[in-house]
């Protein structure tokens, strides 16, 4: 286990706001305790239905589109809208491997409007204590596209919508 993740606090049924650490130039690693078991997040994460509800980022954001076929080769397509119709973006992706419910391998470009350089995003839903610890690693090619991605405040948009997937969709 990586030293950073060994750090994590015993959480005991609480969530944790996520925490991002640069591993290398081109890698990043964002980690978040969530209070349910693996099988719903990972169900949470894999539903379009649930996923449009809370995978929103920030207030004033909307998910417009949400499309997976969660197998390998499969595709995901997810689009973003602003409340007042001012911006737009959206996010496609192709499945490269799936372990339900523990990983999720993908590759993805983001259209800002301009395409982004592929972004290689594996994720694991770990069971720790009476929860899970989501693991997300992001590897890209070039230091300069890592800079760019961590520039945007994703974290923060990510964050906010795992705040809302607490607080609706992981309770029992």
Not at 36 to 64: F, I, K, S
Request: aromatic letters at 8%; glycine letters at 6%; one cysteine or more.
């Amino acid at each position: 286990m990586p030293a950073s993740m060994r750090c994590l606090p015993n959480l005991k049924g609480r969530s944790m706001p996520l925490t991002l650490d640069r591993t290398s130039p081109t890698t990043a690693r964002v980690t978040r305790f969530f209070a349910a078991p693996p099988e719903r997040v990972y169900a949470a994460h894999t539903d379009p239905e649930v996923l449009r509800q809370w995978l929103t980022g920030p207030e004033g954001w909307q998910m417009t589109r949400c499309e997976i076929d969660l197998r390998p080769g499969g595709h995901m397509r997810y689009d973003w809208q602003a409340l007042d119709g001012s911006y737009g973006f959206h996010m496609i992706a192709e499945v490269l491997e799936v372990e339900e419910p523990s990983r999720i391998l993908h590759v993805e470009r983001m259209y800002l409007p301009d395409e982004t350089p592929p972004n290689r995003v594996e994720t694991h839903f770990q069971p720790q204590d009476s929860g899970t610890l989501l693991v997300m690693t992001m590897q890209v090619d070039e230091a300069e596209t890592m800079d760019a991605m961590l520039a945007t405040g994703m974290t923060d948009g990510m964050e906010a919508s795992y705040a809302k997937l607490d607080a609706g969709f992981l309770q029992e």
